[in-house]
């Protein structure tokens, strides 16, 4: 809570995660802070991280527990390994932005 706002424990753990993973600062002040950010009802449902120093290989399997997400853009980051075949399952999902990271392997289907 920012003393206005209440988030969703498990959204901001998911955030957590990226932080964590990219030795970012992982106080939930910093973490609400990483890019921009739209949150509806407590939940996040925008996220634009192009260029917010994230990396790893393991932290993108933790995207399909943010499930009111509409537009991600993890862009111009240092992220590697696969696209998670379980983004698929984020139904509200319309805009998806990878690019420029070192992503491996094929898209999962059900990604258009």
């Known amino acids: 809570m920012d003393g206005v706002n209440c988030y969703s424990k498990l959204d901001l753990d998911v955030l ?28 996040l449902t ?13 932290i993108l399997s933790v995207i399909i527990n943010l499930t009111d997400l509409t537009s991600l853009d993890l862009s ?4 590697s390994g696969s696209i998670p075949s379980g983004i698929s399952s984020l139904l509200s999902l319309t805009t998806l932005d990878l690019s420029h990271n070192t992503l ?6 059900g990604i258009s």
């Open 16 to 43: 957590i995660d990226f932080a964590t993973n990219s030795t970012l600062s992982t106080e939930y002040t910093d973490v609400i802070s990483m890019g921009n950010m739209l949150w509806v009802n407590s939940k």
């Open 46 to 58: 925008a996220w634009n991280c192009d260029n917010c120093g994230l990396e790893g290989s393991s």
């Open 76 to 79: 111009n980051n240092a992220l």
């Open 104 to 109: 491996s392997g094929s898209i999962p289907s």
